[in-house]
């Protein structure tokens, strides 16, 4: 099936830094969507998009479709205690369905 | 963003019962939902999809006879674990497809653990 490559696969930082990470194909994307999930809980939308070289922020996140449409990434800026949680890239392919594909997940930690 | 609800959110229940849960789209319609479960540390693996007035097509792998799914209306859909065991314990999360935006994009109810005993 389709893969996603998404890295890092965690990553420790202290509150404060800026944290940024990234998700590959080799197929092309139509939609790149990243996810943060915190425990027990349902992933949640932070940001969505939908044309190559589209730069969207969202408070301290900022996220970008790749040109080649096969990659994305996210940067979150000054990192703070509550961003801790899994960051999932999901998006849909080229000709594909609307069933999503997903990344493995980042998991981050923010030391205060 | 769009607003998904799932309940219950967490249901302990004894081995050979049937569970349902709920997945609803509270301020827009879905005419797609989806259905997938998820092991601990890994990501969401895709168990069904869910086409309101038709039937929903399972993932390679997926038991149709055993996880039933409903889409009765354009903000319900059902999943109903049968004769449940141990092994169905997990964390069960939807999702509704909304394409009414700028773009097409799904949104994840909280999810429900399930535990079967």
């Known amino acids: 099936g389709q893969q996603l490559n998404q890295s890092p696969q965690s990553m420790f930082i202290q509150e404060g830094e800026d944290v940024s990470m990234n998700c590959t194909s080799s197929?092309?994307?139509?939609?790149w969507l990243w996810y943060k999930q915190d425990p027990g809980e349902g992933p949640v939308l932070l940001i969505a998009?939908?044309?190559?070289?589209e730069l969207t922020s969202n408070g301290r996140l900022t996220a970008q479709f790749g040109i080649t449409r096969k990659d994305s990434f996210l940067n979150i800026s000054a990192s703070i205690p509550s961003d801790v949680g899994i960051y999932f890239c999901?998006?849909?392919?080229?000709?594909?369905?609307?069933?999503?594909?997903f990344g493995k997940g980042t998991k981050l930690t923010v030391n205060p | 963003g769009a607003v998904v609800s799932q309940h219950p959110s967490r249901v302990i229940c004894k081995s050979g019962t049937s569970v349902k849960i709920e997945c609803r789209s509270l301020?827009?319609?879905?005419?797609?939902m989806f259905w997938y479960r998820q092991f601990p540390k890994q990501s969401l693996m895709l168990m069904a999809t869910?086409?309101?007035?038709?039937?929903?097509?399972?993932e390679q792998g997926v038991e149709k006879d055993k996880f039933l799914i409903n889409h009765a209306s354009l903000t319900l859909s059902t999943l109903t674990v049968t004769s449940a065991h141990p092994e169905d314990s997990s964390f069960y999360i939807c999702?509704?497809?909304?394409?009414?935006?700028?773009?097409?994009?799904?949104?994840f109810g909280p999810g429900t653990r399930l535990t079967v005993l």
């Open positions: 999702s509704a497809r909304d394409v009414q935006g700028y773009g097409d994009t799904q949104y």
């Open positions: 197929s092309i994307f139509n939609t």
């Open positions: 998009l939908y044309k190559a070289g």
């Open positions: 999901a998006g849909h392919t080229q000709g594909g369905s609307e069933k999503l594909v």
């Open positions: 301020d827009f319609q879905a005419t797609t």
């Open positions: 869910s086409n309101e007035g038709s039937k929903a097509t399972y």
